[in-house]
């Protein structure tokens, strides 16, 4: 599932890739051309991801042939997600969407199931979870044999990390809204999981495969390590958020402070 | 602080009052993450003393690891970050952080030292050598760490007693 970089498959991937950022950076025009503010940065980010996604689904990344399996699904899984999430993909839908498609895709984010998956815990299972029936059970193996299943646990990766960093960051707005504690404990918990998956790997490949030692004690180190960075930069964003949300009630106490009138006790729904 | 209004909030003077508890915690939070960043950099990439992986783990020291590890790393961002807002509300105590990341630090040592590298049978600190020295600074260390960094937060639970006491 992991070498045949030019299957149709591939190109296809490739192609939604390339054609998610086109879609991105013409929303993103049509809001500045309204007038309102949107930082390139976020533009920057949702390109930087897709571009990630369309070059692992081409290019083979090098090293063995597990290592190099295990380098693309953390760019598929990890990285691109990650990046994604930065750009604020539903923020934007929302902002630049006509009020029809708006109205449905509020609809969709408030649906029963999203609110299930939206809760952190549920997304933590969904991704890391997955990866462990995919190493630990007859999956890989199979996904050998049959290139859609090898294509079908591609999209799972993708849908199951970007769920996971849109849940842990929440720059979105979520159904509900699930407090700090609660998305820093699915991330710790999806850490520790990914961690130890990553271990056991070392010692043992998949069932029904057979990679030489070396390529294992690489594409291992290479999970663990390389799931470190993501964890701590998903680790930063959600403190970074918390430290600005705290300067600004910082801000609101002492203007209240200052003898002001206290802003009434409404419930913001995001900005 | 008798202001009759029923609904503000209970009062909370924004800036300037000294946040102990928080100090402390955020300095456990960065001393957990900076005990587990040196067994990871020193001990098992400089070194090459600790192993990636022994075949013969058990299954609870490796989830033990694990959970360390994840959250070591979480740790100590959510610690820097918490001591950033104690900067932006001017109400960092210094002595009550240095004691938390010490005790933070030393905690989280002897924990590795005792309960993951001898009850649970996780990688030793060093191999095909005599363990106990090693064991033994280890875990000396750890509990030197923990005793400074109690002496430490108690300085800062009398610091603050005495200067409440003065100022009432």
Redo the contacts between chains.
Sequence with gaps: MQHQQDGPLALLAAGLAVGGAVVQALAAARLRRRGDRWSPLRDLSFTAGAAVLAAVALIAPPGGTFTSHMAQHLATGMVAPLLIVLGRPVTLALRSLPPGGRRRLLAVLRSRPVAALAYPPVAALLDVGGLWLLYRGPLFAAAHERAWLGALIHVHVFAAGLLFAAVVCALDPLPSRPGIVLR?AA??????????LA??L??APPPGTAFGARDL?AA??LM?YGG?LV??AL??V???R??AA??RR?AR??R??AGCE?PP?SASYGQ | MATPAASQPPAQPSRGRPLRARSAWSGALIGVGIAAFVDETVFHQLLHWHHFYDRSTPGVALVSDGLFHAFGWFAVVIGLVLVADLRQRAGLVRRALVGGILAGAGAFQLYDGTVQHKLMGLHQIRYHVDLVPYDLTWNVLAVVFIGVGAVLLRGAARGLNSASAQSS
């Design positions: 820093g991330l710790v918990g999806a850490g520790a999981a990914h961690a130890v271990r056991t070392y010692a004690a291992a180190e663990y470190d964890e701590i680790a930063a959600v403190g970074l918390w430290y705290s300067g910082l106490e002492s209240r402070g206290a006790a």
